[in-house]
């Protein structure tokens, strides 16, 4: 019989990475993570001695707890933060389950530190295209759903990291960037360790778009023209950086579950 308020490995993984993902607090003890010091993408790691101060914050979210093998740990936190109204469930077998998994798990030392707000920030060229919107979505859904993004003249983005603490991204000399024939898109890949088979074949369709080369797949194209329409259609950034989270949303689907469908229809036509 399943315990109640458990969520599953496969469950979880489905839903990390689109908008419906739950907050996952992560209250392994620091023995336990040190021994393996990585993280769920998303989650971030809170004290199981001090859970109720996360009440507050957490209301009306939808929250998962993990700790190390899913038991006392997780189980007594998400039982806790219920008692104060929020809808909260443990991960089946915690994270080492996760990891046996073959789940993907981020270096917590990849991790950039949160700004003031509490959420990292980043700062890029303005008017993106491809690079600077498909980076974004991929920090919001895998890395840091509260990440701020801010949109500068290229020649200011060095200068706006140094006095507002931001990281840069997308621009030359800098750790988030392209590498050789990869984009910016590639690095975040790698050095976050998220090496699953739907974002490798979401990457491959972003790096044929932002470096111009549609042989690489045939979706390349098709993301290039939408991504110069949305360019076309917003002035501000931000909102276009909201339309295109919903166009990744979409291609990330695609990438996991629709990749190998087609579509055609053909009518039959009668002659009188």
């Known amino acids: 019989m399943t315990p109640p308020k458990e969520i599953s490995i496969s469950e979880l993984s489905r839903l990390i990475g689109t908008p419906d993902a739950p907050t996952i607090v992560d209250v392994c003890i620091d023995e336990d993570f040190q021994a393996d010091p990585r993280l769920i993408p998303t989650s971030f790691r809170h004290p199981h001695t001090d859970i109720t101060a996360l009440a507050p914050v957490l209301t009306g979210s939808t ?3 993990v ?3 899913g038991l006392k740990l997780s189980q007594g936190a998400a039982a806790i933060l219920r008692t104060r109204g929020i809808a909260a469930r443990f991960l089946e077998g915690g994270v080492l389950g996760w990891a046996a998994a073959d789940e993907p798990l981020i270096p917590a030392d990849k991790l950039p530190p949160p700004g003031a707000s509490g ?12 690079d600077r919107i498909a980076c974004p979505w991929l920090i919001r859904r895998f890395i840091d ?3 701020e993004f801010l949109f500068v003249e290229p020649e200011q983005v060095r200068d706006v990291a140094d006095r507002f603490d931001a990281i840069p991204f997308d621009i030359e000399d800098v750790l988030w960037s392209h590498r050789g024939e990869n984009c910016t898109f590639d690095t975040m890949l790698e050095e976050f360790s998220l090496t ?6 979401l990457a491959k369709t972003v790096r044929g778009a932002d470096t111009n080369r549609h042989d690489l797949v045939p979706e390349a194209a098709g993301l290039l023209a939408v991504s110069l329409g949305f360019s076309q259609m917003y002035e501000d950034d931000l909102e276009q950086l909201d339309a295109g989270l919903a166009l990744y949303d979409a291609f990330y689907h695609w990438a996991r579950d629709a990749s190998d469908e087609g579509h055609s229809w053909a009518a039959a036509l009668k002659v009188s």
């Open 63 to 65: 929250v998962v707890v």
């Open 119 to 130: 959420n990292t920030l980043w700062v890029t060229r303005h008017r993106p295209k491809i």
């Open 67 to 69: 700790c190390q093998k």
């Open 145 to 147: 759903p509260g990440a």
């Open 196 to 201: 699953t088979e739907p974002l490798a074949r």
